[in-house]
């Protein structure tokens, strides 16, 4: 939700609030006496002024009580919230009102009274405050359940266009056919793994998430067939490290930085691209350095079509405040390097 609505529902909240203490005057139901000097328009302010040093810790610190993973500790933290705050409330009522009221000083008694009219009022706001951050945050993460539904509908026909793009298609169709021509034992191999590509982007791809090791899979199968047409089997270095099972990823999500890298990796190094991937503590590393062509631009979109500032967009939108992106150009090496904590 924008700032400004943010704020705009702060500003109709108080808004409301104060005309509820405004209202007796309103209906001509006020005793005369509280008019004199100001008096009940004193007493709304110094109330208002109150209810906002209520209202805001609450709002603030709310949400962090519900990321406590123990519930008895998330109330036992509540309970506490609310006693400082009364607390704190009921001297604070107490010295305003009676001070800025000249009340005499025979009548400055404390009385405990105040204490439970501050706890009531306490809870009161305390309860608008979560409503108010509920709404504000329901507002907030329907927007972001929108944006990622477009997102994925728009990202689910560009990749079914060009995540294995035509030319890739192209060329590995007729790397097979070069292969059954000369009665090559690798052609039934190569058939397979052109089927597992399509079998992965046509059913899995439609999740949400993916079992890691397919993503693996996947990623080999694309790195075998790329090099059918580059001739090179030792161009690609691909590593392996840490426990894969059990582990889960957004489904194609790291092709298209291996797509980028054979799109402008010089084919004057063995190997020319080095792939890295490594769980820990159930966070993904994935690394990708490629030789860079003389000529190449390195910033150039990825072969997929999609673009590294869309694969950016997606990894905010299926992970947000759980991954790091790292780009980085030397003089001969293109490096990407990106941590996903599940």
């Known amino acids: 939700m924008k700032r400004k609505n943010i704020i705009l529902?702060?500003?109709?909240?108080?808004?409301y609030i104060i005309n509820q203490g405004l209202f007796p005057l309103y209906i001509g139901k006020l005793d005369e006496s509280m008019l004199v000097n100001n008096k009940y328009l004193l007493d709304v302010c110094i109330s208002a002024v109150l209810n906002i040093i209520t209202f805001y810790p609450v709002y603030f610190l709310f949400p962090r009580l519900l990321k406590f993973k123990s519930k008895g500790l998330a109330i036992l933290s509540g309970l506490i919230?609310?006693?400082?705050?009364?607390?704190?409330?009921t001297p604070a009522e107490y010295f305003l009102w009676k001070i800025f009221n000249n009340q005499m000083k025979s009548d400055?008694?404390?009385?405990s009274v105040y204490m439970w009219n501050n706890?009531?009022?306490?809870?009161?706001?305390?309860?608008?405050?979560?409503?108010?951050?509920?709404?504000?945050?329901?507002?907030?993460?329907q927007k972001l359940r929108d944006e990622l539904v477009n997102q994925q509908q728009?990202?689910?026909?560009?990749?079914?266009?060009?995540?294995?793009?035509?030319?890739f298609l192209f060329n590995t169709l007729n790397n097979i056919y070069s292969l059954v021509y000369r009665k090559s034992d690798d052609a039934p191999e190569a058939v397979m793994k052109l089927s597992s590509i399509m079998r992965y982007m046509l059913y899995d791809s439609?999740?949400?998430?993916?079992p890691l090791e397919k993503e693996i899979e996947y990623l080999k199968s694309y790195i075998e067939l790329q090099n059918l047409r580059t001739k090179h089997p030792d161009f690609v270095s691909i590593q392996i490290q840490g426990i894969i099972e059990g582990q889960s990823i957004a489904p194609m999500l790291l092709i298209s930085f291996v797509e980028n890298a054979f799109k402008h990796s010089?084919?004057?190094?063995?190997?020319?691209?080095?792939?890295?991937?490594?769980?820990?503590n159930g966070k993904i590393s994935f690394e990708v350095i490629n030789y860079l062509k003389n000529t190449t631009s390195a910033n150039d979109e990825p072969a997929s079509g999609i673009g590294l500032g869309m694969i950016r967009r997606r990894l905010e939108l299926v992970y947000p405040d759980k991954h790091k992106l790292q780009i980085s150009r030397g003089a001969e090496t293109f490096k990407i390097n990106l941590e996903i904590a599940n």
Do not use: D
């Open 206 to 210: 439609a999740n949400p998430k993916v």
């Open 119 to 141: 706890l009531r009022m306490v809870i009161i706001i305390g309860i608008y405050a979560i409503l108010i951050r509920f709404m504000i945050n329901w507002f907030e993460s």
């Open 266 to 280: 010089s084919k004057s190094y063995r190997p020319g691209i080095l792939i890295h991937l490594s769980t820990l």
């Open 154 to 167: 728009a990202s689910e026909l560009a990749l079914m266009r060009a995540q294995v793009n035509p030319h």
């Open 9 to 15: 529902i702060h500003l109709l909240f108080w808004f």
């Open 108 to 111: 400055m008694l404390f009385q």
């Open 81 to 89: 919230l609310v006693a400082i705050i009364t607390i704190f409330r």
